[in-house]
């Protein structure tokens, strides 16, 4: 077998992201989502503010960002190729926080070309409460190298 397959309950860690208010609004510029519950404190204040949310809050896809660059930066190493990634956002991210993606292998699926390697995708914050989860699916190629 290729050494560089991987083995169901294999643990991907990806990096920690600190939020701030300016990765918030870097966010806002990149994405063109210049949604006030991103990065306006006084419309937080108002009606829409009443929520739970209690502030200004991190960009839902901003997880699906720290996502993927954990599964682009671990399939690269493979010359594997990140195919899908469904996530759900299940705990509001503010500035201050530290939010870590994680994977765990769940299933390997031989095809004719290769391996899908079903991953479950976790982010989680600096107290350990998960803020995204979802799936992920990667196409390994057992005989190709990277770059």
């Not at 010359?79 to 292998?105: C, F, H, L, M, Q």
């Amino acid at each position: 077998m290729n050494p560089t397959l991987p083995a169901i309950g294999d643990v991907i860690d990806g990096a920690p992201f600190e939020v701030s208010r300016e990765s918030i609004r870097d966010f806002c510029d990149g994405s063109l989502d210049y949604n006030p519950l991103h990065w306006d404190d006084e419309y937080m204040k108002g009606a829409f503010g009443k929520t739970q949310f209690n502030g200004i809050i991190m960009h839902g896809m901003n997880n699906f960002g720290i996502i993927s660059r954990m599964l682009t930066d671990w399939a690269y190493e493979r010359g594997a190729t990140s195919r899908r990634i469904e996530t759900r956002w299940k705990a509001p991210v503010y500035p201050g926080d530290t939010i870590v993606p994680r994977g765990t292998v769940r299933d390997l699926t031989p095809t004719r070309d290769g391996v899908w390697v079903s991953i479950d995708v976790q982010v989680t914050n600096q107290n350990g409460e998960a803020v995204a989860v979802g799936e992920a699916l990667v196409e390994c190629l057992p005989e190709s190298t990277p770059g």
